[in-house]
């Protein structure tokens, strides 16, 4: 199953990854993809099984958002999660 995962947060994606593959995905079959044209790009040629947003990546952005909405319009048999991630949360 051919996985993207859209974050700005390297240590998230690390742990989406390491995550995933905990559960059976291959590495390789993660993807990253750092902007919404990556995205785009990426669901036309992998067919994800599964895509993972971090919304920052797209929710200061409304040309973006419109963007990601597209895309998921266009893909709609891929499952599309959308999750928070607040960078200015201090870790304790």
């Known amino acids: 199953m ?3 995962i ?3 947060c390297s240590y998230t994606r690390l742990g989406l ?3 995933l593959a905990s559960r059976g995905v291959r590495k390789r079959d993660i993807n990253d993809a750092h902007t919404v044209d ?3 790009a990426a669901c036309d040629e992998l067919k994800p ?3 993972f947003i ?3 990546c797209f929710i200061h952005d409304p040309a973006n958002s419109q963007h990601i909405k597209q895309i998921i319009n266009q893909h709609p048999k891929n499952p599309v999660y ?3 991630g607040d960078r200015e949360y201090p870790f304790r």
């Open 17 to 19: 990854t390491g995550y």
């Open 2 to 4: 051919s996985t993207i």
């Open 38 to 40: 990556e995205l785009a």
């Open 82 to 84: 959308c999750f928070y």
């Open 6 to 8: 859209m974050d700005l």
């Open 54 to 56: 971090n919304e920052d």
């Open 49 to 51: 099984g599964v895509v």
